[in-house]
């Protein structure tokens, strides 16, 4: 499966780096989602960006910052995270209809915080 | 608000056995049904999906179909292998412009030779 693939695939971080997870669909849809997976947790949507519209989870702290240039891409920029940030983060893309959609998942980022 | 509880796992079989994993449902309105499976250091991957009820949703050998009128959406296979081990994840999406999945707990499978 190539439709979604996200970069990198692992990454480590400290807690006062800056950096960015990658989202990129070829499927043509027109929403785009980022999902935390956490162990023993349920999955965990965190932001949506459908038909242009952001929707957000309020629960999801501020240093978790989405971006979304145009419906192809969708990015997740972190900063200042703390060790109880490391989870794999999901990226999904769907195309919404008035029936119905099917959200497809890229592999995810394992990211670990130090 | 929308809720999924799936059987509590881990689940261990045979190989050749049958498999049922129960997966039932809260949610307004008419929902679409999912199942999505995770295999070990991956991401999730479509399973099966209803779109209405007494839909059956069928692939590489599991099925599901939507009950209505028991809101379950229970997922069986009747002979797996050991390449079927992954965690599987029942899930629902109800309707609106920000369509959001809403996942179980996921039951991690493991098939035996």
């Known amino acids: 499966e190539t439709g979604v693939t996200q970069t990198p695939r692992h990454l480590v971080m400290g807690m006062t780096n800056k950096k960015s997870l990658k989202c990129e669909q070829h499927l043509g849809h027109n929403a785009m989602y980022w999902y935390k997976q956490s162990a023993k947790k349920p999955l965990e949507l965190m932001f949506v960006?459908?038909?242009?519209?952001?929707?957000e989870n309020n629960s999801v702290p501020s240093r978790f910052s989405p971006e979304c240039p145009n419906s192809s891409h969708l990015f997740l920029h972190l900063h200042t995270l703390q060790p109880e940030d490391s989870a794999l983060y999901l990226c999904?893309?769907?195309?919404?209809?008035?029936?119905?959609?099917?959200?497809?998942f890229g592999p995810g980022t394992r990211l670990t915080v130090l | 608000g929308n809720s999924v509880t799936q059987m509590e796992g881990p689940v261990t079989l045979s190989e050749e056995a049958f498999l049922t994993i129960n997966c039932t449902y809260t949610a307004t309105g008419y929902p679409s049904l999912f199942w999505y499976v995770q295999y070990p250091g991956e991401g999730l991957q479509l399973l099966l999906k209803?779109?209405?009820?007494?839909d059956k949703g069928s692939n590489k050998g599991f099925e599901a179909t939507y009950r209505k009128e028991t809101t379950s959406f229970h997922l069986e296979k009747g002979s797996v292998q050991v390449s079927d081990s992954a965690v599987y994840f029942c899930?629902?999406?109800?309707?609106?412009?920000?369509?959001?999945?809403?996942f179980g707990s996921g039951t991690q499978l493991t098939v035996l030779p």
């Open positions: 899930a629902l999406i109800s309707s609106g412009s920000a369509r959001q999945l809403t």
């Open positions: 999904a893309s769907s195309q919404v209809t008035i029936n119905t959609d099917t959200q497809y």
């Open positions: 960006y459908s038909l242009e519209e952001r929707v």
């Open positions: 209803a779109t209405k009820a007494d």
